[in-house]
């Protein structure tokens, strides 16, 4: 379910189908082979309420780092997600053509941000808006609260509208202010982007799907109005946390989940999916009468969706992935 979200609250209810008494018949070799050898044998359903024990729940998947490929958010007071783009290596030095050294950069023209998005998840049917702000700050930005609050005004170092038909293809164009990338490069500084999407119009709320673990989003400027000087490409790069270099990796592309994220569920209910995503642990109690007196050919766990906030549509279908294990008393 990656970054789709789902917020769904479950009941359980365990379904065994068995060999035992009376119920429904089942003559012949050609319906169960192994099981039957052609002896005639009765089939029941049985509805197993006890059995199932909603164990725990854990939030916050997927990890923070383990997929570059995050969605941009912009839905009112349901969900907001932004995303966080560390470019902490910047050269301050280029190459002239045929120049028996480098040059120091004294300008910066066309300084644009490159991304690809995915129109086969999300596709944009009305105009938006993507902003883009410097978050960078001296107080520990791998925390949403730090964070949240830099993406205002001030900070703004670029905005474009772009209508449906401007996405027609996958890769997306963001200019960015020449004068804010020179200051940092000048200076030695890192430079630290926030995106935000909104809708052009109120209550229309804006989705966007950005990919990231092909094709890293990327500046691309000139750092001389020679032509034939080839144009710089930044890489996203992190030097935070300092020494933890696994950290440093998930902080380069990351989302901000402002709005949305899912809460603990109610007592009697697991969720899955979702912002900061749920993976739910259910324990199954077999009575001992089942497993050792019948032989069960079919068991189902039958999940009843119960109405919850949810920013999917109604009509979208999901998948639920179920990992069994086998746990000792």
């Known amino acids: 379910m990656s970054d789709r979200i789902l917020r769904s609250a479950f009941a359980v209810l ?3 189908g068995t060999f035992t008494a009376c119920s429904e018949q089942v003559t012949g070799s050609l319906g169960c082979p192994t099981l039957c050898v052609d002896e005639s ?23 923070q780092g383990e997929t570059r490929d995050f969605t941009l958010l912009a839905l009112g007071d349901t969900a907001d997600v932004r995303i966080g783009l560390h ?35 999300v596709k944009p049917v009305r105009p938006f808006t993507i902003d883009a702000f410097d978050i960078d700050t001296s107080a520990t930005d791998t925390l949403t609260a730090t964070i949240a609050p830099l993406y205002r005004a001030s900070r703004l170092i670029g905005s474009r509208t772009y209508a ?14 020449n004068a804010a990338l020179f200051a940092k490069i000048k200076d030695t500084l890192r430079l630290r982007i926030g995106l935000q999407v909104r809708g052009t119009t109120s ?58 994220r899912l809460p603990a569920p109610p007592v009697g209910r697991f969720i899955v999916g979702g912002l900061a995503g749920a993976r739910s642990y259910l324990r ?16 189902s766990l039958l999940l009843t969706q119960l109405p919850a906030r949810t920013t999917s549509a109604t009509k979208d279908s999901i998948t639920v992935f179920t990992q069994p294990v086998i746990a000792s008393p």
């Open 284 to 299: 199954f109690d077999i009575p001992p009468s089942v497993l050792d007196s019948v032989t069960v050919i079919r068991a």
């Open 14 to 16: 365990l379904f065994v």
């Open 164 to 177: 449906a038909a401007d996405v027609g293809t996958d890769t997306v164009r963001l200019t960015l202010d």
């Open 87 to 121: 470019y902490d290596t910047l050269k301050t030095r280029y190459q002239i053509t045929g120049a028996a050294s480098d040059s120091l950069i004294r300008k910066v023209d066309s300084a644009t941000l490159i991304f690809l998005i995915d129109t086969s998840v």
């Open 203 to 260: 209550g229309n709320g804006a989705r966007l799907r950005i990919l990231g673990t092909a094709f890293p989003p990327r500046i691309r400027y000139r750092a001389s109005s020679d032509t034939t000087v080839k144009p710089d490409t930044l890489f996203p790069s992190s030097v935070t946390p300092p020494r933890e270099l696994y950290q440093q990796a998930a902080f380069r592309f990351f989302p901000v989940v402002v709005k949305g």
């Open 41 to 63: 044998a009765a089939l029941r359903d049985t509805i197993l309420t006890a059995a199932v024990v909603l164990d725990s729940t854990f939030i916050g998947f997927p990890r």
